[in-house]
């Protein structure tokens, strides 16, 4: 054998080592070849086919079998364990209120039931090492947790509750299954019947309870602000800015040094307007437009040069890190940035100067584009509109700017029917929004329609996000790609698809998934055919969950959803901090800088995208309280509503009028026994066979609001 074939067998072996490596990491789970061909950094087609071989080698040769279509796992001994290999896990326990628990393993192959007397104390959230117990035939995997590795998190949020000798904090999340015992020493302040924030100090091996102390007063239950301050604390998100930020922040002069201004593009002159909602206080995008001698457009789009204020490593740098992202509750937003410059120095207020960073696009008629530029610039914007004057602008033809605004409409439109050619997807939830009184109290729901307005902004920062992308990550002569931070979306895992379109096939809707290109289409389809209809949420929130996760990392895999091969987030430093690092690396890169550190940045991306999904919880629930407190008053009342969901407990109904969603607990359903139809997504009685599918008209009766745990009972009328 010469040493060129020894080298390739030699290295043939040690892949398929580390496909089997991958495999004996969790021994009870399982894998399909995308999973696998991820899990070792394989991103490219070739590679990927060469994985999907080696599984089938393996399977051959009896070291794997097919547990399940398209997955595979470690052949079994008699015990119910591997051949070789550990039968230990490790992954993130999912705490239910009964005390029991799932953990799901960090490979996210199917979760193993773990018994309340079997967690060790651990947590929801918690990052935990679990011993696997011998599968049973056609028993759920079970296991026992051995080690807390990592606590979720300390502080809790809840209610007090003070005796004699004694306190307990009854914690606001469901998944908290315990109280925590607080001593009276350690109140600090709290009296009986207050929202605090508690952490928790110790917990005794032989304790069912864990030992804390009250270490935030929030004040009395059912107050607004109390309330919006509840849900910052459980998520451990800061209530104010620390004093060496604000101080920072108060010593930027007003005034623009002109020394800066001669070293960037002037825009001043140049048409410039803001669109955004009308409640909106910071401004973070412009678009410009002008017509060029050559008969084309110039398009700029212009964003907030925070990177310009906010220096790297200063305190205002390092506490917008920790914080990630702004937060949008209902009734507030919490920013990432101290208001100095969020809502002023950043803000790109009219008729006042302020520094971007630009893309700069030309573009014919259909926008198509032929040439571009991105740098520092200074911008006067001409005017800010919200979206429904812009909307009235696209619908009637006239109005202030007109001329420029069916321009930006026009293009707009191009960039959006070029990219759905190419196989975009056109996911539109639908986006609950509430007016409010002065206290904060909602009087009305509504939910947000997306309008041409929307649209047109959305398609002009998508393509700067785009082509920044595009310019960074395309290698450049002999030298690879730089390190940069990218917003990736992942192929969705096929069984997930598979189990999606068998669910929407039940309730009378075609997919078809041959190709990315048709998959893109059905979606698309999909949704247009369930506007307005009663499975249209629940439909689209598990579309949504079929699909990957976005996030933020440096190693560049696409945008599926969007059909892009490179995208990144460069639109909203003001609230986004992945944004503020792209504007750094750009800047650094236009002008020859050398390649950043990819692990220092890839930790950022991880924390970025995990503070980020905080962020979206935080909202979800504000949002979910708000609907409560919307429905308190109205007790007795009856409403229509539409069937959103079932489960084993009951039937979800989502009133038509306002998408408050409560449920129908079946021991409420008198005149029937009824039980769930779980694969086919009903609920039948079994005398009379009456039947609550998905979608389904009902009239309700509004029984109980818990605020507190922000869910709503319903009785059936009639």
Known sequence: ????????????????????????????????????????????????????????????????????RGKFQVV?????????????????????????????????????????????????????????????????????????????????????????????????????????????????????GQKVVAEITEWPPQSENPFGEVIHVLGKPGDNDVEMDSILAEFEF??????????????????????????????????????????????????????????????????????YYVIPDSAIDKEAYQRGTSIYLVDRVIPMLPERLSNQLC????????????????????????????????????????????????ESGKGENAQEILVFNRLATRLREERFRKGSFNFET??????????????????????????????????????????AGKKKGNSGAKTFVYRVHDTPVPEKLENFTQFIAKLGYKMNITNRKSLAESFNRLFEQIKGKGEENMVETIAIRTMSKAYYTTTNI???????PFYTHFTSPIRRYPDLMVHRLLHEYLNNGKSAGKEEYEAKCDHTSEMERKAESAERMSVKYKQAEFMVDKVGQVF???????????????????????????????????????????VIGSRKGIQFKLGAKVRIRVKKVDLPRKQMDFVLVN
């Open 238 to 307: 800061p209530l104010s800015f620390s004093p060496a930020s604000e101080r920072e922040a108060e010593q930027f002069p007003p005034a623009i040094p002109q020394e800066e201004i001669a070293n960037r593009k002037d825009f001043r002159e140049i048409f410039t307007i803001t669109i955004d909602p009308a409640d909106a206080k910071d401004f973070d995008d412009a678009i410009s437009l002008r017509k060029l001698k050559n008969g084309k457009w110039e398009a700029g789009v212009h964003i907030a040069d925070v990177s």
């Open 640 to 682: 229509d509503g539409l069937v959103s969901g079932v489960s084993k407990w009951g039937i979800f109904v989502e009133i038509a009028e306002t998408k408050c969603e409560g449920m129908i607990r079946l021991r409420d359903l008198s005149d029937d026994f009824y039980y769930l139809d779980e694969e086919n997504y009903q």
């Open 347 to 394: 803000s790109l207020q009219p008729d006042k100067d302020r520094l971007c960073f630009s893309a700069v696009f030309e573009m014919d008629d259909d926008a198509v584009i032929s040439s571009e530029w991105f740098g520092k610039t200074i911008i006067h914007s001409n005017r800010r509109y919200n979206y429904d004057e812009v909307q009235q602008i696209i």
């Open 558 to 564: 696409g945008h599926y959803g969007l059909a892009f």
């Open 430 to 471: 639908q986006e609950v929004r509430f007016r409010l009184d002065s206290d904060g109290k909602p009087l009305e729901v509504y939910l947000r329609e997306m309008k041409d307005s929307n649209k047109l902004i959305e398609d002009f920062m998508l393509l700067a996000n785009r082509r920044v992308a595009e310019w």
């Open 1 to 68: 054998m010469g040493k060129k074939k020894r080298k390739t067998y030699e290295s043939s072996n040690r892949f398929v080592k580390s496909v089997m490596d991958v495999f004996l990491s969790n021994p009870m789970g399982g894998f399909n070849y995308r999973q696998i061909a991820t899990k070792l950094g394989i991103h490219d087609p070739a590679s990927k086919e060469l994985v999907k071989s080696i599984i089938g080698r393996l399977t051959e040769s009896g070291e794997l079998e097919e547990a399940k």
């Open 76 to 192: 079994r001994k008699g015990d119910g364990f591997p051949k070789t290999g550990s039968a230990y896990v490790t992954g993130t326990i999912d705490m239910k209120q009964t005390g029991k628990a799932y953990v799901i393993p960090e490979d996210k192959s199917e979760d193993i039931f773990i018994s309340a007397s079997s967690t060790a104390h651990a947590l929801h959230g918690d990052k935990v090492k679990v011993l696997l117990f011998p599968q049973r035939k056609g028993k759920k995997t079970e296991g026992q947790v051995v080690e807390i590795l990592k606590r979720h998190k300390k502080q809790f949020v809840g209610t007090i509750e003070v005796s004699r000798n004694f306190a307990f904090l009854i914690p606001d999340n469901p998944s908290m299954p315990v109280h925590i015992f607080i001593p009276l020493a350690h109140l600090n302040g709290a009296k009986n």
